[in-house]
């Protein structure tokens, strides 16, 4: 197998495999260092609707680029792009979580099964039901739940959310860490 060297990893590049485009080259990449312990942190940090873990593999697939990225718990990461330049934008980006996670890991330790679970089956009527329903539109969206929407596909985040952080809006913010845990408000965009 040719094996070349592409932002700090190694990597194997092929041609015709992708399924969704044909042009496509195929990333078969390897990261320096095992992954085994940051991998359930790698599903931690990134909003629900981003990420999926599937646990019998130890892989997190991503959605990012409008591409999916799988990273394995060995190490192996694995995703589809149309060029050079773009797979050296994904492994950047890889890199970037990788070392996210190994902060987070530092600070936090390994997430508990049950707050993988819980993030994993957050809703957006859930994650609305701790908002404060005014539909202000001072986050940029029409209405709350929309606003909801967008921070589970990690594309708006909880901190736009400015009447939150308003004192009489405390017991909300309550609600969300006694529901969510500091971890979970941390993925949404809590800070
Ligand atoms: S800023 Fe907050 S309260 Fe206002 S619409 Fe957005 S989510 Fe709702």
Redesign the pocket.
């Known amino acids: 197998m040719n094996v070349t060297e592409l932002e700090g990893f190694k990597v194997h590049i092929s041609k015709g495999k992708c399924l969704v485009n044909p042009e496509n080259i195929t990333i078969e990449a390897w990261s320096t260092e095992e992954l085994n312990s940051i991998i359930e942190v790698l599903a931690m940090i990134l909003p629900p609707l981003k990420v999926n873990y599937a646990k019998e593999w130890r892989c997190v697939t991503l959605r990012e680029f409008e591409k999916l990225i799988s990273i394995y718990s060995s190490g192996k990461i694995t995703f589809c792009a149309k060029d050079l330049e773009e797979a050296k934008l994904i492994l950047n980006y890889v890199k970037f979580l990788i070392e996210k996670a190994k902060k987070e890991y530092m600070e936090n330790g390994p997430p508990e099964e049950k707050e993988l679970e819980l993030k994993k089956k957050l809703t957006v009527l859930e994650l609305y039901k701790c908002?404060?329903k005014?539909?202000?539109?001072?986050?940029g969206?029409p209405?709350?739940i929309a606003?909801a929407d967008k921070i589970l596909r990690g594309e708006a985040s909880l901190n736009d959310?400015?009447?939150?952080k308003d004192p009489k809006n405390t017991y909300l913010v309550e609600k969300l860490r006694e529901r969510f845990g500091e971890r979970i408000l941390k993925s949404l965009g809590w800070y």
């Open positions: 908002l404060p005014t539909n202000c539109g001072l986050c969206q209405t709350c606003l959310c400015k009447p939150l």
